[in-house]
């Protein structure tokens, strides 16, 4: 009890500073709801992790006020006018507002439906298990992986540099076997024969001979092996759906008029 009277007295004194200070052409009512107080307390308690005192609830509603009235302040001198920023956060707003409106939990049927007309979204690529041995393009890259190919095959030793993301790959997708190596080295790697040495092989950065150990063809999985992803993925679309919907019921509302002359 005593918290409540608490609350209600420093906005009721904080709401007497605000009339007596706002000029009288101006709406001076500021009415702030038990629920504005509930989610500031919410919000403290989250990141503090226990209730505000007294004290520090008095500083959480004045500056909840303080705000209001610098909000009202800045609407009054019409400091919201052609401010991009402000109209971009107040885009956002609406469009967090009607994304809001879509249903968090689509039914089997709907994921499915979504499933069925996106299959190639899911598709999982190729991978890789491969070794390899890197020679440096800065030194003498290709005669020193062809003598390393021939020392291999007569079980001598040779010395490679190291590679800056290692030696071994496990499962690797073909994607980022082209983005690491370059798209000739990947090409060459889906014609390798399994469990020998082959090379040389040029990438980005120099030559490599190669052991590949296995392959993963592609294929597009079933609905229950990325259910959570089409999930995702569905809830995302009929978010957008919800904002493109709510645009286009209302653009014919406004007249938008561009001057003609204008030269870009």
């Given amino acids: 009890m005593k918290y409540k009277v608490f609350i209600f007295f420093v906005i009721g004194i904080c709401l007497y500073l605000v009339d007596t200070t706002m000029n ?4 001076k009512s500021i009415f702030i709801s038990d629920q504005e107080i509930l989610s500031l307390i ?17 500083r959480i509603v004045n500056n909840l006020i303080d705000e209001e009235i610098l909000y009202r302040e800045a609407l009054f001198l019409g400091l919201d006018q052609e401010d991009t920023i402000i109209k971009r956060r107040l885009a956002q707003k609406i469009s967090f507002l009607k994304e809001e409106s879509v249903p968090k939990i689509p039914s089997v049927n709907e994921l499915k439906e979504y499933y069925e007309n996106n299959k190639e979204k899911y598709f999982i690529e190729s991978s890789f298990t491969f070794t390899h041995y890197y020679f440096s393009e800065n030194n003498n890259s290709l005669d020193r992986s062809q003598r390393a190919i021939k020392a291999l095959q007569e079980n001598s030793t040779f010395k490679s540099d190291p590679f800056y993301l290692g030696k071994a790959f496990a499962n690797e997708p073909l994607r980022n076997i082209e983005t690491n190596f370059g798209k000739a080295f990947s090409k060459e790697l889906m014609e390798v024969n399994l469990n020998q040495w082959t090379g040389p092989f040029e990438s980005t950065y120099g030559h490599h001979i190669v052991y590949l150990n296995s392959t993963n063809p592609g294929y597009i999985p079933e609905i229950e092996e990325v259910l959570r992803q089409v999930e995702v993925d569905f809830l995302q679309m009929k978010r957008e759906d919800a904002v493109k919907g709510f645009l286009n019921n209302i653009r014919s509302e406004y007249t938008i008029f561009i001057n003609p002359d204008l030269k870009f």
């Fill in 24 to 27: 009288a052409d101006k709406d």
């Fill in 42 to 58: 919410n919000a403290w308690k989250s990141q503090v992790g226990r209730d505000p005192t007294d004290d520090e609830l008095a």
